[in-house]
């Protein structure tokens, strides 16, 4: 599964290839901010409609900080509800939410602005118990409902793995796995001159990180490891499809 920024640059290139492969699992990561030093972009609603969403230069912010000192609730709304119209606008229907550097989850405000839209538009999105309670300290088990797919268990590397190794990180991970529904977030990508541009000044996540990604998860030694696990693997296309698309 795939999940693109509705405020990127280069939205409509994914936004057409999303729209003439039905199959295709491609969710929208919702976007509070623009962290990259050069590669920047501003809210779909525009600066006038969510002033309290941009810096002096019309970017979002770049730090999730700045954006819990500075937005309006109303603004936060208006912009994530703006970015997946501008998805189906483009004849694209996502499959799933989660968040940009976990803005969507900074306060149980915006945890229900998050829920809001994922049932309005009839979308799983990314939900956790334990990642909330980690990242931002909220407890999400009062906004939830019976409704709503909650992961059994996040994994995402961190600064620390990259250093010792993706495919070390992700092996301990698999066979780590119990029963339930867990997520690895990844963010593969090529390390060639476009990415090292995007990423410039930020090892962390940069390109080198992304290659690492995308060579561990395109490997034999992968869908090795997930079989002698005995991991099913499953998309969020897949849950919308079975929970969502027959209410509709």
Known sequence: MWKYHGAGPWFPEIA??????????????????SEWKYYRWGPVSGRDKSPSLVNALSFLYASADSVARMAVLNEVEQELRSQIQRCIAFG??????????GT?????????????LAREFHLPCLLNREAFQFLTGVDISELITPEDVVLD???????????????????????????????????AAYDNDEMKAVTVDRPDYGAAWRQADFDFWSSDAAKKILAENNIHLIGWKEIKQKLFDKKQ
Do not use: E, W
């Open 92 to 101: 694209l229907y996502p499959t799933h939410l989660d968040s940009h550097m």
């Open 16 to 33: 057409l290839y999303g729209s003439t492969h039905p199959n295709a699992d491609l969710g929208i990561h919702l976007t509070l901010t």
């Open 153 to 187: 268990k996040i994994f995402m590397a961190f600064p620390q793995d990259f250093k010792s190794g993706m495919a070390d990180y992700y092996t301990k991970v698999i066979k780590s796995l119990q029963p339930g529904l867990s997520c690895i977030l990844l963010h």
């Open 104 to 116: 969507c989850f900074l306060n149980k405000d915006y945890v229900r602005i998050y829920l809001k």
